[in-house]
């Protein structure tokens, strides 16, 4: 009786939390700094590697290794690219464009850091985020902004893809 109990609690927590395992979980993380000393909006996008890379595979119709790819320029431009289509700024309702620093690993993740220059005033910014929704249609994308003191954050589920902050 005692064993039988044991293999249905056993079984029940398997249904339970194994599909929970199974089932993987699709989350990018964009994150702005204002930074007034040299008033540029430092960026850091935090991607699965693995995900990425099947993005922009289908994008550039060829393999991508991220981890083990040999020619880094190669790489930079894809990534640059990438970014450039998928994530859209405008900072006080302007259209604002930045610079690509480059991008690196860490374990199953990939870091890109882009820097928009040139910014004094941040009263609003209006941010379109689509990264990896041309690949997984189950895509979270956390935005974290900070600005002075100031720290704001919220998630863009796929298919939303616009958030605005005010300052």
Do not use: C
């Amino acid at each position: 009786m005692l064993r039988n109990k044991l293999i249905i609690i056993s079984l029940t927590s398997i249904l339970l939390f194994g599909f929970k395992l199974l089932h993987p979980f699709y989350l990018g993380i964009t994150h702005f700094k204002y930074n007034s000393k040299t008033e540029s909006l430092e960026t850091s996008v935090k991607l699965f590697v693995n995900d990425f890379e099947a993005a922009l595979k289908k994008i550039n119709n060829k393999p991508v290794d991220l981890i083990n790819g040999k020619n880094k320029d190669e790489l930079n431009k894809m990534i640059d690219s990438y970014i450039k289509n998928h994530l859209k700024l405008k900072i006080n309702g302007k259209e604002s464009l930045y610079t690509f620093i480059g991008f690196e690993l860490e374990k199953d993740v990939a870091w890109i850091y882009i820097e928009y220059k040139k910014i004094k005033n941040i009263k609003t910014l209006e941010i379109e985020n689509t990264l990896l929704y041309d690949h997984i249609n189950q895509q979270t994308n956390i935005v974290r902004i900070e600005v002075n003191a100031n720290e704001q954050s919220t998630k863009l589920n796929y298919p939303e893809k616009i958030t605005q902050f005010n300052f």
